[in-house]
């Protein structure tokens, strides 16, 4: 099975080592230092265990790598749009596009019953541009627990004790090619799933992402010194409360253990992602991971006051560096 993975940062160059140990035919778009690094030396991953290290084909231009059986798009929000303008040398007419990324996802509407289906989503995907270059049938929801970073050019470290991602269709099928890249992973070594309800497993992720997230971008600190505050802590359960209604008003049923979600990252000294990109001067996902729950909770007429208060103070935090221009 040949896939390309879109992407190659912490989190595709991990699930790219994964694929390739699994027997796919793997191919890597990616950019910069990371792929200057893989080009010459391969890509390193080390993780519970052990250390991996693969060559696979890399380039910056999808046009070099053919076409794929599978595509998985890992990139951050904001460069989606790149992704819509290069993708089309890698698709047949039956390639499906898995996209592995936190957040709301652009076809979070396709095939969802109800007043909303096929509503679209313009802060994610501006001008319609993914619509239509990729098309939402193209489309596999995908959602990762795998904390990790790139320390070294070409070098991946992962400190999730247990990796997993979990795909599934916005239809809710359980289908073949969605098992196809779940059981890759699984004879790669990780933990790979396929779920008939994929915007539960993503608001499952959301609810806890959307309150440690914005409480570590506002305190500069990792989940364990952020919820060592009693205030904090609290204003975290409010979040992920008001998260949860969004959620549930729009048919998805996210657990709501939101207690035992902040014990359990009380001892997590892994910087979330977005942290990660505030502090070394990348580009927010604030659209995705913060702006659009938001959209849906005005578009399903939910009231998320603290949600707002934190996600607006995230706002004048990521614009005062430079890095968020909404």
């Known amino acids: 099975m040949r896939v390309c993975v879109f992407g190659a940062g912490a989190i595709g160059g991990h699930l790219a080592v994964r694929f390739a140990r699994g027997g796919a035919a793997v ?13 010459r030396d391969g890509l390193t991953v080390h993780a519970v265990d052990g250390e991996h290290h693969v060559r696979l084909p890399a380039s910056d231009d999808p046009a070099q790598l053919g ?34 990324m936190n957040g709301i996802p652009w076809w979070y509407f396709h ?65 073949d090619r969605a098992e196809a890249l ?64 969004i959620a549930e008003a729009l048919g998805s049923k996210p657990n709501r253990n939101f207690a035992q979600r902040i014990a359990s990252t009380r001892a997590m000294d892994h910087k979330p992602s977005i942290l990660q990109d505030l502090e070394l001067g990348r580009n927010m996902e604030i659209d995705g991971m913060f702006d659009a729950p938001l959209e849906l909770a005005r578009l399903a007429g939910v009231s998320v006051p603290t949600l707002e208060l934190l996600v607006g103070l995230a706002k004048v935090r990521a614009r005062g560096a430079g890095l968020y221009e909404g």
């Not at 596999?140 to 004790?161: C, F, K, L, N, R």
């Open 182 to 245: 779940a059981a890759l992973l699984r004879a790669g070594g990780i933990i790979g799933e396929v779920s008939p309800d994929i915007r539960t497993e993503i608001w499952n992720k959301l609810v806890s992402n959307l309150a440690g997230g914005t409480l570590a971008v506002l305190g500069g600190a990792a989940p364990r010194d952020v919820y060592a505050e009693p205030a904090c802590a609290a204003a975290g359960e409010h979040v992920m409360e008001e998260a949860a209604a």
């Open 67 to 100: 076409k794929q059986d599978a595509v998985v798009v890992t990139v951050k929000a904001p460069a989606l749009p790149q992704v819509a303008a290069a993708i089309s040398p890698l698709l047949r007419a039956d390639t499906g596009v898995a996209f592995v």
């Open 27 to 39: 191919s890597i778009v990616a950019r910069g230092p990371h792929l200057a690094a893989i080009q």
């Open 111 to 175: 095939a969802l019953p109800g007043a909303l289906e096929g509503r679209r989503l313009p802060r994610i995907d501006p001008a319609d541009v993914l619509w239509h270059a990729v098309s939402p049938e193209r489309a596999i929801g995908g959602v990762v627990y795998a904390a990790s970073a790139v320390t070294a050019p070409g070098v991946i470290d992962v400190e999730q004790p247990r990796s997993r991602v979990v795909f599934g269709e916005p239809d809710g099928r359980l289908s």
